[in-house]
Each structure stands twice: as C-alpha cells, then as structure tokens.
C-alpha cells in the first residue's frame, strides 16, 4: 500500500507549458506539503496545506499554484513553465502540523523542461 | 549561510567501518529530522527527536540542544546504507522544515 502517491514520476515537456503533478496519501494526514529539491539535491519548503487550508507559502512565483480539494489530496499546478523549474518535486504529508511529527514522502516528480 | 551546515558532504567508507555525519543550525528549533534518501530518488524519515539520543537497528541519533548540534552515526556500515543523509530541523518560530544540503555517503565493499 503506497502511503503518498505522486503522478507522474517523470514529466518531460517544454518551455511555456502547463502542467499539474497530483499527490494522494491514504494516511489520514491533516497536513500536506510540497517541495522542491533542485540539482544539487537541496530541498526546499514550497507550500503546506492543513485540512485543506493554505498555511506555508514561501516566496514561490504566482505560476505555481497548489490545490487541494480534500485533505488527502494536494495538487500542484504550473503555468508557463521555464528551464529553472527543472528539478524534482516530493509531495508529503504529516499527522498535524510539522510540530514534532515525522514526514511521510512521495517518490518524487522529476520534470525536466526543454 | 544555510541556517543547518551538515558536514561531511561527501564520505566514502569500506564496509564495516563506524561513520558520523554531523549537523549544525543557527536558529531555535523544536524537533530535529534526519532523512535518507536511496539513489532511487525517495525520501524515508529515519529519526525525529528534541533531545537525548535514539537508535533503530544500526543507527543512532544524538542532539544537544544547548550545542544546537546533531549527529548520525551508522554502525557496521554496510554497501546498502550507501544514500544522501539529510537533517532537517523545525524552526519554533513557524511550522516548517528547513534543510541541510545532505551528506552522500559511499560504503564500498
């Protein structure tokens, strides 16, 4: 049973695309998170949802918008893509919150923009 | 400055050899995260802790607060502990995790 699911694993595509990456988890966690992890394997902090209520949103551009229309899901949508959003994405999720509670990560998106 | 320094970055070891990876923040923190994640690409929590000390199998974890320090240690290490280790730390004043850049450990047999 996967505990956090993201689709696709790989997105190719091309400048100027949209495009959106789904992830479920079958956890009945409350909160969910979006990362990103560029070439040099640095993670960081993109987006987090509680119950379906934005509560993280660092400085991301306006072409990224996450949805999520139940607490089990959180969606990442992308407009106009460009080269430097190449790089792998994880969804996660967590319990309650991030306080002291152990993250739970998807396999990853690796999108490449060409 | 990255608010978590890990160090090394990069470790080779021969199999069976006792390893340390090492991690440092600057900020205040309620929980301190150390995470794996395998040349497939996903991400496992190994330990979350606040303080003291935690062992799972041949891992433990170590954090002094005071220090604002931590550590991983991987006993008899094997080829398949081969992976980046990242700590990741929950700052107190706002719910997220920051991360280290990782530590690609290399065990060879």
């Known amino acids: 049973d996967t505990a956090v699911s993201q689709t696709p694993k790989y997105l190719v595509t091309q400048m100027g695309n949209d495009k959106s990456i789904k992830c479920e988890q079958n956890?009945?966690?409350?909160?969910m998170y979006w990362y990103k992890q560029d070439s040099k394997k640095f993670l960081k902090i993109m987006f987090s949802?509680?119950?379906?209520?934005?509560?993280i949103n660092e400085t991301v551009p306006n072409r990224f918008s996450p949805k999520s229309p139940d607490k089990a899901h959180l969606n990442l949508h992308i407009n106009s893509l460009e080269l430097g959003d190449s790089a792998v994405y994880f969804c996660?999720?967590?319990?309650?919150?991030?306080?002291?509670?152990?993250?739970?990560f998807g396999d990853g998106t690796r999108l490449s923009i060409l | 400055k990255n608010e978590v320094e890990q160090s090394p970055q990069n470790l080779t070891a021969q199999e069976g050899e006792f390893i340390t990876i090492n991690c440092s923040y600057s900020?205040?923190?309620?929980?301190l995260h150390w995470l794996q994640q395998h040349p497939g690409g996903g991400i496992v929590s190994l330990f979350m802790?606040?303080?003291g000390k935690k062992k799972h199998g041949r891992l433990i974890a170590t954090i002094n607060i005071q220090e604002k320090h931590s550590s991983l240690h991987i006993t008899a290490s094997h080829p398949r502990d081969s992976a980046v280790y990242i700590c990741?730390?929950?700052?107190?004043?706002?719910?997220?995790?920051?991360f280290g850049e990782g530590t690609q450990l290399t065990v060879n047999p």
């Open positions: 996660a999720s967590s319990p309650r919150g991030t306080l002291g509670q152990p993250q739970h």
């Open positions: 802790l606040s303080s």
């Open positions: 900020v205040g923190i309620s929980a």
């Open positions: 949802y509680n119950n379906k209520e934005l509560i």
């Open positions: 956890l009945g966690h409350d909160t």
């Open positions: 990741a730390v929950e700052e107190t004043s706002g719910s997220r995790l920051t």
